[in-house]
């Protein structure tokens, strides 16, 4: 967390203005091999300095000026945009539960990936507690809508709230995220026991899941044993501009040297 304080709800429209926005790439990888599956869109704004300012100091302004849903929709268009240009992988794009409750949420997400020519099954909207527990009538409604479109719907900072037990069977999510509070405290018996409860949940339920903020490789091993599908973290690689991104895929696909 930054100790400089947030923006104002005047710096923010001032900064949407001027179109500083940034979408950075963190890649999701598959732990035996290091093969990127997916990657995560994280929004930054870049400062009147040329600094990248962090969402922790404009988020929670958004979300209490309403501006976090025009956030949200130049993050799913920009993301959806450069993903066409890629090949196979996915897309994560997170959506607030602001956005999500939107009535015209799904046709905007079927609107973009028209327009983009993004195919679904190469996006993934990831929600968090905060998108079904007041209504999760409506939620699974959103989710049903959005599944049926063929894209995934993942749920995002999995244990931290109260009612995702209750309600999971309830939304057809394809994927769970780990919250990286329990990855950091791997060796406390609590977070490893319920790492290894939620992977073998999942597994069961038939769900994808992927562990945030994986750091170092004894908590790769430790995850990987425990069942996770796929890792996100500094260890296999920090966020990245698209252009760095689309250099690091090229890379992967290259034969190495000498290869015939």
């Known amino acids: 967390m930054t100790d400089k304080p947030n923006l104002s709800?005047?710096?923010?429209?001032?900064?949407?203005?001027?179109?500083?926005?940034?979408?950075?790439?963190?890649?999701?990888v598959t732990p035996a091999d290091g093969a990127i599956a997916s990657v995560?869109?994280?929004?930054?704004?870049?400062?009147?300095?040329?600094?990248?300012?962090?969402?922790?100091?404009?988020?929670?302004?958004?979300e209490m000026s309403?501006?976090?849903?025009?956030?949200?929709?130049?993050?799913?268009?920009?993301?959806?945009?450069?993903?066409?240009?890629?090949?196979?992988?996915?897309?994560?794009?997170n959506a607030s539960p602001m956005q999500f409750h939107d009535p015209d949420f799904v046709?905007?997400?079927?609107?973009?990936?028209?327009?983009?020519g993004?195919?679904?099954?190469?996006?993934?909207?990831?929600?968090?507690?905060?998108?079904?527990?007041?209504?999760?009538?409506?939620?699974?409604?959103?989710?049903?809508?959005l599944r049926d479109m063929g894209v995934g719907v993942a749920l995002d900072d999995f244990g931290t709230g109260y009612a995702s037990l209750t309600y999971l069977r309830r939304l057809k999510i394809s994927k769970i995220k780990i919250d990286k509070s329990f990855v950091s405290d791997f060796h406390s018996v609590d977070s490893a026991a319920i790492i290894?409860?939620?992977?073998?949940?999942?597994?069961?339920?038939?769900l994808k899941i992927t562990a945030e903020g994986v750091e170092t490789a004894e908590q790769a091993r430790f995850l990987s044993s425990a069942g996770a599908h796929y890792m996100q973290g500094y260890l296999y690689s920090p966020p990245l501009t698209r252009d760095d991104l689309a250099k690091l895929l090229r890379e992967r696909a290259a034969p190495p040297p000498g290869a015939p």
Request: net charge negative.
């Open 118 to 145: 993004l195919s679904p099954e190469r996006l993934e909207l990831e929600i968090t507690e905060g998108a079904y527990f007041d209504d999760i009538d409506a939620a699974e409604v959103e989710v049903a809508r």
């Open 196 to 206: 290894q409860g939620v992977c073998a949940m999942a597994r069961a339920m038939g």
């Open 66 to 93: 309403g501006q976090i849903v025009a956030l949200g929709k130049w993050a799913l268009r920009q993301a959806c945009r450069d993903a066409a240009g890629w090949e196979r992988i996915a897309v994560g794009v």
């Open 40 to 62: 995560e869109a994280l929004i930054r704004l870049r400062g009147g300095d040329g600094a990248l300012i962090s969402p922790d100091r404009f988020v929670p302004i958004a």
């Open 107 to 116: 046709s905007f997400v079927e609107t973009t990936l028209r327009d983009t």
């Open 9 to 28: 709800i005047a710096e923010l429209d001032r900064a949407i203005a001027e179109e500083r926005l940034v979408l950075l790439y963190q890649p999701q």
